[in-house]
């Protein structure tokens, strides 16, 4: 049997909207993906949503609205895909790592606490494997410093903290639609926020930095070079192809992160006493996204070497970014480096059928 670790399910109505949108001769950015913004920031409870291209692009433009000087200090964590902290550098700051929990590889607020000096600016946090931070700690920790919180949800699409869904609690959240991401869409990003001014200026900033979109210099208007630009932009927007695949898929969102929690329950309820395997900490007053399913493991690369042998794709999210050359290594992260170690993701998408979990789950009680 094969078993894939990530695999997209895309509906039938998103290729049919995909279609359309082809017929409809605007395939860039236009009305499709105002429809998707509108229709994201109402799901996740929050006032503004900004297309993109990319969580990347959202990152970069959530760190650049702050308006630091150079050499600014961002506490992030080193327990996440590289472009969270790429994004601090683009902005010429600095990432200062915090640890993170040993029990769900999110940051660890009083870690952060302790990082926090003089010369800190803001805090980035990553909802690792689709499980929300301790948001509560996290924000009272913050405003008591005076400090932003971006919080990086490219995991966390649908996933809730004390009720509310994740891209609520706070200014700045920034989301992923990758084609693997709970809300496939191929490609695209978005960045949630709550201050109209700072949503006027990212619209901006990812069209070049122009006052007007093409849309708009191209409704009626007579003058379409008649535009401003008043500070450097980029060329990160969305696509109406891509937010009409969004449209559709947001619709069955809630449904497919309910499938994965199914999935994800099977897991822990089969691995729970395996000699050998930790699960991560569950708390009762948030749910996860399930993005990922990662467990803890004694002799990690004996297990993903068996499991390829039985034809089950497995993963590492993510080694420590700390260690690439850019950043500062901090040999003081124990909890950073025993999760990086042990961690293993196991197959968890929609296409996944019950007969292939219970294969993976029989592949690991049966040892390595």
């Known amino acids: 049997m094969y078993v894939p670790l990530l695999r997209p399910l895309i509906s039938e109505e998103a290729i049919a909207s995909v279609v359309d949108g082809l017929r409809s001769g605007w395939l860039g950015l236009g009305p499709k993906t105002a429809e998707f913004e509108k229709a994201f920031a109402a799901y996740v409870g929050n006032r503004h949503c900004v297309g ?23 506490i992030t964590t080193p327990i996440t895909f590289v472009s969270t902290n790429h994004a601090i550098l683009y902005e010429r700051c600095k990432p200062v790592f915090a640890d993170v929990q040993p029990d769900t590889g999110n940051i660890d607020v009083a870690s952060v606490a302790s990082k926090i000096t003089d010369r800190t600016r803001a805090i980035m946090a990553v909802h690792m494997n689709g499980y929300p931070c301790d948001l509560d700690e996290l924000y009272a920790l913050a405003h008591s410093c005076g400090l932003p919180v971006i919080e990086d949800c490219a995991h966390a699409c649908g996933a809730t903290y004390k009720g509310k869904r994740i891209g609520s609690h706070g200014d700045l959240h920034a989301f992923s639609f990758h084609v693997v991401k ?7 990003g978005a960045l949630v926020v709550r201050d109209d001014e700072v949503d006027a200026r990212m619209r901006r900033l990812r069209w070049l930095g122009m006052d007007k979109d093409i849309r708009q210099r191209t409704e009626g208007a007579f003058h379409s070079w008649d535009y401003e630009i008043s500070e450097l932009g980029y060329k990160y927007h969305m696509n109406d192809l891509h937010a009409a695949i969004g449209l559709v898929q947001m619709e069955k969102l809630d449904e497919g992160n309910a499938r994965r929690a199914e999935i994800a329950s099977r897991y822990r309820k089969c691995l729970a006493r395996v000699p050998g395997v930790r699960l991560l900490r569950q708390a009762e007053d948030r749910t996860s996204s399930n993005y990922l399913f990662c467990i803890l493991v004694e002799g990690r690369e004996a297990l993903m070497h068996k499991l390829k042998g039985a034809g089950i794709e497995t993963g590492v999210y993510f080694r420590r970014n700390d260690m690439y050359p850019m950043y500062q290594y901090d040999e003081t992260l124990v909890n950073a480096e025993q999760f990086w170690r042990s961690s293993v993701s196991l197959p968890l998408h929609l296409r996944l059928t019950d007969e292939q979990v219970d294969y993976v789950i029989e592949q690991i009680r049966g040892g390595w």
């Open 52 to 74: 993109l291209n990319s969580c990347s692009a959202a990152l970069h433009l959530a760190v650049r609205s702050l308006r630091l000087p150079e050499g600014s200090e961002i």
């Open 182 to 188: 709970n809300l496939p869409m191929g490609q695209g």
